[in-house]
């Protein structure tokens, strides 16, 4: 009963205002579908693209198929410029075919049986263009996207990545007014991917209307996006510029998207007493526009956060010197990331610590080994925690 | 890439079947190909060109002819809606409602004959007034026998095309809505196309079904050469009087349903390939 598209509301809008591309995506957004509710509000401006972040069933698609049309909202409203596109409260609901919103669905969803360049031309069509002046807009599409060559062919004999650009094409085609992106790069392998993230780049940077990319690759995320918002559990719980967010994470999840220890804590004094046990001396940086922790009101929540690469490790308590931070703990798991080892060490607090192998094989460590960790007060970055 | 290990496990593969499988398997192959087989064997083929150019045997045909195309264009102008709403409406009671749309696949066809005179026969529920007021009586007349098979093969083309839509799911539906395209537009363009093999796999066995008809057909349109007896009908008939020509009635009927099953085989009942 959740996905009731609204058929009793449908009739208040008949045709899609004009409302050109300089509108601005305004929603607050209340909806449930079977026990998961997804509340959120949103801002989107013309030429911006907000990159919606999230684990697995947070909500991204959900909330991208309110913005579709494709599910219709419990409450709340959503507003493309001055035109109201769902509004429960004021009886209003605008059907998918009538938002103008272009999608590019994780799995494509090409229509078999046309050829790339009819799926392409399939938006113009139903906007009225004859056949042939549609498949002139669509050769044209096709061709910016370097897709010329495999025009004739059906989706079947695509590959990945030319799917996945004929789907971005088919989108753009239709002249949408907002642009909305489902994991476009989610099913392809690596090659790809490059490729068609740089197709997505340059058609994302070309289109006048907001944008909006659902994704759970914080690369894409840091790439594509001019501002980042976290979803988890169908709640908002971080939102900003993604080098805001990548070095501020608010959440476990955020931290290890973006390859951070994160420590909840409280400060007293110059010290942090964490949530999790133990105790941090963090100190702001000059210049990088966090504010100093001793200018914050003591009993204040905060958080922590330190790059893996920052921690250092030894097998015996190293001697009174600069680190402000010295605590022991245990190895707990290794693991090999790129040209680096990342150790689990259990402690309090415990944390991920990035090394070299070579330091890794002098040190000798393995599951199991006691170790001394060490980190510079100044690489423990505090920030107030964001009330929720 | 040696040949060797190529070849072995596929040696290992072809095992021979035991035989409390082979053995009914055999019997049930042969139970099925024997009485076909019986037709081919005493069947009249000298008298063949006498016995089918008969005008009564082509008159059937005929009849069967235009009878089971046109209960199949009916199936399909209202039988197609029937599986999109069927598939796609999430209405409550529309589950109850597909198994009784599919009913008459499973009920004896003479019920199903017995109820349609029930529904509109002259006295009935809907034939009574139908006749009062606008004159039409549709029992015992050709347009009867048309609405007998349609009662009786439009739930196999309702079937067939219930699933394909139900299997599609609403995704390229969806996608079309996204592109501007109205719901009409979009299962003209979109949801058809997609279910063309099993659309015209349904059509082809419904006309199959209704070409076969025969208890409903002699229950609500009776048995009257030229205008209500078709091809079964005759061959029932003829079987009293003239055996000859109720077997050489039959040859035709098997050769239409060895070319109805060559063309589903060859064409939309394959196994697709792998996308």
């Known amino acids: 009963m959740s996905d009731r598209t609204a058929g009793h509301r449908h009739a208040a809008v008949e045709q899609a205002a004009p409302g050109g591309l300089d509108a601005d995506i305004d929603a607050d957004i209340d909806v449930s579908r079977g026990g998961f509710r997804l509340r959120v509000g949103l801002q989107v401006a013309p030429g911006e693209t907000l990159a919606v972040l999230g684990p697995n069933g947070a909500g991204k698609t959900t909330l991208l198929r309110v913005l579709a049309g494709l599910l219709a909202l419990d409450a709340g409203h959503l507003r493309l410029g001055p035109q109201t596109l769902d509004s429960p409260a004021e009886r209003v609901f605008v059907a998918p075919q009538l938002r103008g919103a272009g999608v590019v669905f994780q799995d494509y969803r090409l229509f078999p049986h046309l050829s790339a360049r009819d799926n392409v031309a399939f938006g113009p069509t139903a906007a009225g263009l004859r056949r042939r002046a549609a498949r002139a807009v669509a050769d044209r599409e096709l061709e910016r996207l370097g897709l010329g060559p495999v025009a004739g062919h059906r989706p079947a004999q695509l590959s990945g990545g030319q799917a996945q650009r004929v789907a971005l094409a088919r989108a753009l085609a239709a002249s949408p007014r907002l642009l909305l992106l489902d994991e476009p790069l989610a099913a392809l392998d690596a090659r790809s991917r490059a490729d068609s993230r740089t197709a997505l780049r340059t058609a994302l940077a070309c289109f006048p209307g907001p944008a909006l990319l659902v994704t759970h690759d914080p690369l894409e995320a840091l790439t594509l996006a001019d501002r980042l918002l976290v979803l988890e559990r169908g709640e908002a719980v971080q939102e900003g510029a993604p080098a805001d967010v990548a070095r501020r994470p608010a959440t476990d999840y955020v931290a290890r998207l973006v390859g951070l220890n994160l420590y909840p804590g409280t400060l007293d004094g110059d010290r942090v007493r964490l949530e999790g046990g133990g105790t941090l001396v963090a100190a702001a940086r000059a210049g990088d526009g966090d504010s100093d922790p001793a200018a914050l009101p003591g009993g204040s929540r905060v958080l922590v956060a330190v790059d893996p690469a920052a921690v250092s490790v030894h097998l015996e308590r190293p001697a009174a010197g600069s680190p402000r931070n010295v605590w022991p703990g245990t190895v707990r798991a290794l693991d090999l990331l790129g040209n680096r080892v990342r150790v689990d060490v259990a402690g309090a607090p415990p944390a991920l610590v990035d090394l070299t192998a070579p330091a890794v094989a002098e040190l000798g460590l393995r599951p199991g080994t006691p170790v001394w960790l060490s980190l510079k007060a100044s690489e423990a970055r505090a920030y107030p925690a964001p009330v929720r | ?275």
């Open chain 2, 1 to 275: 890439m040696d040949r060797g290990s190529r070849t072995a496990p596929r040696r290992e593969a072809r095992q021979r079947a035991p035989w409390p499988l082979s053995v009914p398997a055999l019997v049930a192959a042969a139970f099925l190909l024997l009485p076909l087989a019986a037709v081919l064997l005493r069947a009249p083929w000298t008298g063949l060109p006498r016995l089918l150019s008969d005008s009564g045997a082509l008159d059937a045909l005929r009849l069967s002819l235009v009878c089971a195309t046109a209960a199949t264009a009916v199936s399909l102008v209202l039988g197609v809606p029937l599986a999109w709403a069927l598939a796609r409406s999430a209405l409550p009671g529309v589950r109850v409602l597909r198994a009784l749309v599919t009913l008459p696949l499973v009920l004896p066809p003479v019920v199903g004959g017995l109820a349609l005179l029930l529904a509109l026969g002259r006295r009935g529920v809907v034939g009574r007034p139908l006749e009062e007021h606008l004159g039409v009586s549709l029992p015992f007349t050709t347009t009867g026998v048309v609405v007998a098979e349609t009662f009786v093969a439009m739930p196999f083309l309702v079937v067939a095309v219930e699933g394909a839509i139900r299997s599609l799911g609403p995704g390229l539906e969806e996608a079309a809505a996204t592109l501007g395209a109205s719901r009409t537009a979009t299962f003209r363009r979109v949801t058809l196309p997609a279910i063309a093999p099993a659309l015209v796999a349904g059509a082809v066995l419904c006309w199959a079904r209704a070409l076969g008809e025969f208890g409903a057909t002699i229950m609500f349109a009776g048995n009257s050469p030229g205008r209500t007896q078709t091809m079964p009908l005759a061959v029932y008939l003829a079987l009293e009087t003239d055996p000859d020509a109720a077997v050489a009635l039959s040859l035709v009927l098997l050769a239409v349903a060895v070319a109805v099953l060559v063309l589903l085989r060859d064409r939309w009942l394959r196994v697709p390939a792998a996308s």
